[in-house]
């Protein structure tokens, strides 16, 4: 019997959505489809303990593939951390010298003009000084006259 003789498709009505169709199949056709799979070779022993094999293979070449993956993680985890702490101890190096110089800088003027102050009080002063002999000369004068 042909295949196409005991296939009869029927049209069914016409949808939005596309055509539908049904398919029925004569009753000698069914033989032909079987409905149950087909029969496994039986499998031997030594093609068993083979597959199990091959398995804890795939299995360990895994587990070696995921223990290496994580050791260059570690290891680039390591480098990123060592390479912060380079920089941080630079960052620090350079900040400290730069805070040793701002203070230096800060002190050098500072010490120079109150340096320049002080020669300027003692200008002062020593003026002051003489002032005050002229003032004491001028009195002592004024009172040696006025008890004359």
Same mark, same amino acid.
């Given at each position: ?5 005991? !296939?009869?498709? $029927? ?12 398919? !029925? ?22 093609? !068993?303990?083979? $597959? ?8 360990? @070449?895994?587990? &070696? ?7 260059? $993680? ?14 941080? @101890? ?13 203070? &230096? @800088? ?32 001028? $009195? ?9």
């Amino acid at each position: 019997m042909d295949s196409a003789e005991a !296939i009869q498709v $029927k049209e069914l009505d016409k949808r939005a959505s596309g055509q539908a169709f049904e398919v !029925i199949l004569s009753p000698d056709a069914k033989a032909e489809f079987p409905l149950s799979p087909p029969k496994k070779k039986d499998v031997s022993l030594e093609e !068993i303990q083979r $597959k199990l094999e091959a398995a804890e293979e795939r299995r360990k @070449n895994h587990e &070696a593939e995921v223990l290496k993956h994580l050791a260059e $993680k570690r290891e680039h985890e390591k480098e990123v951390l060592q390479k912060a702490m380079e920089e941080n @101890n630079n960052f620090s190096k350079m900040a400290e010298e730069k805070l040793l110089k701002m203070e &230096a @800088n800060k002190e050098q003027p500072h010490g120079a003009s109150l340096a320049a102050k002080s020669e300027k009080f003692k200008e002062k002063g020593a003026a002051c000084d003489k002032k005050v002999e002229e003032v004491r000369k001028n $009195k002592e004068t004024q009172e040696g006259t006025s008890e004359d």
